[in-house]
Nanobody
Framework: LQLQASGGGLVLTGGSLTLACAASGSIGGIRTMGWYRQAPGNERELVATITNDGTPNYGDSMKGRVTIYRDNAKNTVNLKMDSLKPEDTAVYYC???????????WGQGTLVTVSS
């Protein structure tokens, strides 16, 4: 299973950005898809996940400012981020939970920089 993330970049405070992640390879066992982020000096934290049936779960850090959605036919998961703040600056990682044991797979990370 491979994950390819894209969509990061530089955005001004208050702006919006959409991250995309595409899964390829052995995709048949994909369960939950989602996004995490890690800022310098901080631990990786949950942004949002979404189950096979489309049920989202949002972390506290960006709740109300992000929307996660997936396309099971295309094996993609997107994260729309609005009202971005400088403290949202981080590397954002795509994540997939796979199989009955929910093995975790990570994408390569995409950097989001929010400038004031």
């Amino acid at each position: 299973l491979q994950l390819q993330a894209s969509g990061g970049g530089l955005v001004l405070t208050g702006g919006s950005l959409t991250l995309a992640c595409a899964a390829s390879g052995s995709i048949g066992g994909i369960r939950t898809m989602g996004w995490y982020r890690q800022a310098p000096g901080n631990e990786r934290e949950l942004v949002a996940t979404i189950t096979n049936d489309g049920t989202p779960n949002y972390g506290d850090s960006m709740k109300g400012r992000v929307t996660i959605y997936r396309d099971n036919a295309k094996n993609t998961v997107n994260l729309k981020m609005d009202s971005l703040k400088p403290e949202d600056t981080a590397v954002y990682y795509c994540n997939v939970r796979y199989g009955v044991y929910r093995r975790s797979y990570w994408g390569q990370g995409t950097l989001v920089t929010v400038s004031s």
